[in-house]
């Protein structure tokens, strides 16, 4: 007769993680670090939040390497202006009027934004 497998095996052992699972619990997802940022910029376009975050993460894995810490991923643009356009829809931050030429001439104007009432209170959402 064939034993069962066991649901048990590892039960009793805890991993040594010293950072939290996935990105969604880090303090560096893209919403919190969004937030962060426009609480000490005021206005800001997509690309400079991004570029933003992106040289915290490039910071962090540096220190992060040198301990041997496995480096953390950041998202890529095309993902984080996703964020963003959810956070115009959950009314968490609104255009503002000022707008500046983009870098090339292909591209849109840079659109600004700042925090609403409810993005500056809103915890979860973020």
């Not at 690309?47 to 490039?58: F, G, H, K, P």
């Not at 000022?98 to 973020?126: M, S, V």
Request: aromatic share 14%.
């Amino acid at each position: 007769m064939k034993s069962s497998p066991s649901n048990d095996k590892g039960r009793g052992e805890t991993p040594n993680i010293t950072t939290s699972w996935g990105r969604g619990a880090s303090e560096y997802r893209p919403g919190l670090f969004t937030k962060q940022y426009f609480v000490e910029h005021g206005e800001a376009c997509c690309a400079d939040v991004y570029y933003a975050l992106s040289q915290e993460i490039e910071r962090l894995n540096k220190e992060r390497i040198e301990i041997d810490e496995k480096p953390l991923r950041r998202p890529n643009y095309s993902s984080f202006a996703r964020y963003f356009h959810w956070f115009v829809l959950l009314n968490l931050i609104e255009h503002v009027d000022r707008r500046e030429p983009a870098i090339y001439d292909f591209l849109k104007p840079r659109q600004f934004y700042r925090l609403t009432a409810k993005g500056e209170a809103e915890e979860k959402a973020w």
